[in-house]
């Protein structure tokens, strides 16, 4: 299996001060001005230090028989009914892992350190958006060459996410050189960078991709719920 590394485009991180304010507006109803200019500002400072990376690999996908497993050469994953159920079709899987590098979230720190909590309560939500954007670029990398083939991909779909327990991230990091894209896993599957995003999604001619898949989800505490509702 061999690792291709992304080189990740700063100048198409996805983030504008409105998808935070919108965010914001969720969670506290009106944002003042002040905040505005706040948003806009640690989204400056959240992106010169931000250092992304994007890494994935390219399996073919076998054929099993057992509830809720998924299997590839020399591994099998325990996705649970659901998930395997929205990889169905899948003739490759890949797997994928992506980091905005430890900077935003040591930004976050440091100001909720110095009691800074409105800014550092705000950076760690930009830290949070610039993960995603950076894992739907590599995302969008993968679409791009699936279609090269006339093929199509599935979701992205993360260990912890509906029922795939998170302890199967230790399987899929030992698909990855160690501290791949700079990121490191503890006992516990615990990533750091924090703002750092693993998954799986699938690559087939008869796949299907869902624009949103909140009803299959139960994680009520999701920074993007809302929006996707």
């Not at 999604?201 to 719920?225: A, D, F």
Request: charged content about 20%; overall charge negative.
């Amino acid at each position: 299996m061999s690792v291709h590394h992304l080189s990740i485009d700063q100048t198409q991180i996805d983030l504008h001060p409105g998808d935070i304010m919108s965010l914001l507006g969720d969670e506290f109803g009106v944002v003042d001005s002040y905040t505005e200019n706040l948003i806009d500002k640690l989204i400056t400072e959240c992106r010169k230090c931000m250092s992304p990376q994007g890494s994935f690999i390219r399996v073919k996908a076998l054929k099993t028989e057992t509830s809720g497993q998924i299997s590839i050469q020399g591994s099998s994953f325990q996705t649970g009914r659901t998930l395997k159920k929205m990889l169905v079709g899948s003739e490759d899987y890949v797997f994928l892992m992506a980091t905005s590098g430890p900077g935003p979230e040591t930004l976050a720190r440091e100001l909720m350190e110095r009691g800074e909590f409105l800014e550092g309560y705000i950076a760690d939500m930009v830290a949070s958006a610039l993960v995603e954007s950076v894992v739907n670029q590599v995302q969008d990398h993968i679409k791009q060459l699936a279609s090269q083939s006339g093929l199509k991909i599935t979701n992205r779909y993360s260990p912890g996410y509906c029922k795939w327990d998170v302890s199967e991230q230790q399987k899929l990091f030992k698909l990855f050189p160690e501290n791949g894209c700079g990121i490191t896993l503890s006992d516990s599957s615990l990533m750091t960078p924090i703002k750092s995003i693993s998954a799986i999604l699938g690559i087939g001619s008869s796949v299907v991709y869902q624009e949103y898949t909140c009803q299959i989800c139960s994680l009520k505490e999701c920074l993007y719920r809302k929006t996707a509702n």
